[in-house]
């Protein structure tokens, strides 16, 4: 029992809405007893005042004590009460009033000799109310006003008792209560209701997120999440599709990647092992076994290669590499970079243009991976240059940033293949160098490396005119306020 998230959030939310609720009718129940009880206490003394003033003004006249005493059993009556009056003065004596269908009732209290309380109360002249004085006399809950009688002149003349029969109070107390219960049964069903849809509401998404976990583990990442709403759980759910859509594409990337891997060392290990084994068996005469040797060697080299690459990129990719990030000029970077491309530039007779906007370039980074960037985009134009073609480089200053540009005149590149260019292993029909001259793995190198430098780089293509690929530096700050010095004159 409450083991799942939506039992412990009902029974918590439901145990405080009770616990609101109890003390609410509580709090309540007692404002409307204590409103009762004194305003029961306030008529009594009210009422115990017009009985004094009766007494003096009429009741100690013997011409008059007929109308006070009409005027004590019209309140008697009204309160369904039991009045006791006793005097010092033995010709008054007491007097004791009730209404006579409330006389069964009040029977066991009027016999009772008051005598010595009311001496009491003459004495100490204090007023007081109380409730369950005599309750146990007469079996009725009651309240009783005793004060002492006083005269015009201040002299003492008596005592009174008033006792007022409490049970119609009561009742009205109970009934309140009762109000107050029911309220609170009613507010406890619309509260489990509301509780019940808010708790299901809020944690339907986090079990749905559970089912999709336990069906990521087994392989089915197509599961997702229903979202609705816009509340944190919702938002969480969205954060959770999220991951799920890259968990997906880094699976379906993996996927293809090994396909691909495995796709690119079987040909050329195919390739390899046929002419091996046609040398063997003496299928190749041995004076061609030199060329076909020339052949296993190019295609050892190029799985070497690509294994140096797919490592490069895995390390890069991981994060194990740390960059050692220092300025340096980027201008005196790419010009060394281009002298070891010097003889395949040469043969194939392309015209290098340099259009650097600055006599230097100075930018923050690693230069021994932006060599690399700009070895690879530099060895991509070469090879897809036409004879005779342009290598245009170009490097500008903007904003604190450093634009580096690689672009030749190629076939270009078709634009449903631009947005796949720096996938791994993909190779688009630009290309139309020989067979097996590519792995297809130097533009994904090259856009990690500026990835992880926290750069951009884009290209540019328009088929037939060529490709232009720019990615940029941050400038080092010496270089940055120069060059803003410069703009100010």
């Not at 609170?184 to 809020?202: E, G, K, Q």
């Not at 076909?292 to 890069?316: F, H, P, Q, W």
């Not at 060394?336 to 015209?351: D, H, K, M, Q, S």
């Not at 200053?397 to 292993?425: C, M, N, Q, T, W």
Request: hydrophobic content about 40%.
């Amino acid at each position: 029992m409450f083991k799942t998230l939506f039992s412990r959030m009902l029974v918590t939310y439901l145990a405080l809405t009770l616990l609101l609720l109890t003390l609410l009718g509580v709090t309540l129940g007692g404002m409307f007893r204590n409103q009762y009880i004194d305003e029961k206490e306030s008529e009594l003394r009210r009422e115990a005042a017009e009985i004094n003033a009766a007494v003096c003004e009429k009741y100690v006249d013997p011409e008059k004590r007929g109308v006070a005493k009409s005027q004590f059993e019209a309140i008697v009556r009204q309160y369904d009460a039991l009045l006791q009056l006793y005097f010092n003065d033995d010709v008054l004596g007491k007097v004791t009033l009730m209404d006579a269908e409330s006389a069964d009732k009040w029977a066991p209290i009027a016999e009772m000799d008051m005598t010595e309380q009311a001496k009491a109360i003459v004495e100490s002249g204090a007023e007081s109310v109380s409730a369950g004085d005599y309750a146990s006399v007469s079996g009725v809950p009651m309240m009783t006003l005793k004060r002492p009688i006083v005269d015009a002149a201040g002299d003492t003349i008596g005592a009174m008792f008033l006792h007022v029969d409490m049970s119609r109070t009561n009742a009205s107390v109970r009934q309140v209560y009762m109000d107050v219960l029911l309220s609170a049964l009613i507010a406890v069903i619309f509260a489990f209701l509301a509780v019940s849809y808010t708790a299901n509401r809020m944690t339907r998404p986090v079990t749905e997120m559970n089912n999709a976990v336990k069906r990521f583990s087994r392989g089915e990442f197509e599961a997702r999440v229903a979202v609705s709403g816009t509340d944190e759980v919702s938002q969480l759910g969205e954060s959770f599709n999220e991951m799920a859509d890259e968990i997906n594409a880094l699976e379906q990337s993996r996927r293809s990647f090994v396909a691909n891997v495995s796709h690119e060392l079987r040909s050329p290990l195919t390739s390899m092992r046929g002419f091996l084994e046609a040398m063997q068996d003496g299928t190749i005469p041995a004076a061609e076994q030199g060329k076909y040797l020339s052949v296993v060697i190019g295609e050892c080299k190029r799985m070497t290669g690509m294994v140096n690459d797919l490592l490069d990129l895995a390390r890069i990719e991981s994060g194990m590499y740390e960059l050692k990030i220092a300025p340096f000029d980027v201008n005196e970077l790419v010009i060394r970079t281009l002298l070891t491309f010097e003889a395949r530039v040469n043969a194939r007779r392309i015209e290098v243009v340099m259009d650097f906007e600055n006599e230097r370039t100075v930018v923050e980074g690693d230069s021994a991976q932006i060599a690399q960037v700009i070895r690879n985009l530099v060895d991509n134009a070469v090879k897809f240059s036409p004879e005779g073609g342009r290598l245009t480089l170009g490097i500008r200053a903007s904003k604190g940033r450093a634009a580096v540009s690689v672009g030749d005149e190629g076939e270009g590149i078709r634009p449903e293949d631009l947005p796949y260019v720096f996938d791994r292993f993909f190779k688009g029909e630009k290309a139309h160098t020989p067979a097996g001259s590519s792995t297809g793995l130097g533009l994904s190198i090259v856009k990690r490396i500026v990835e992880q430098h926290g750069e951009e780089i884009g290209v540019a293509s328009e088929p037939g005119r060529g490709t232009c690929f720019t990615f940029t530096l941050k400038l080092h700050e010496q270089q940055s306020r120069a060059r803003t010095s410069a703009q100010r004159r």
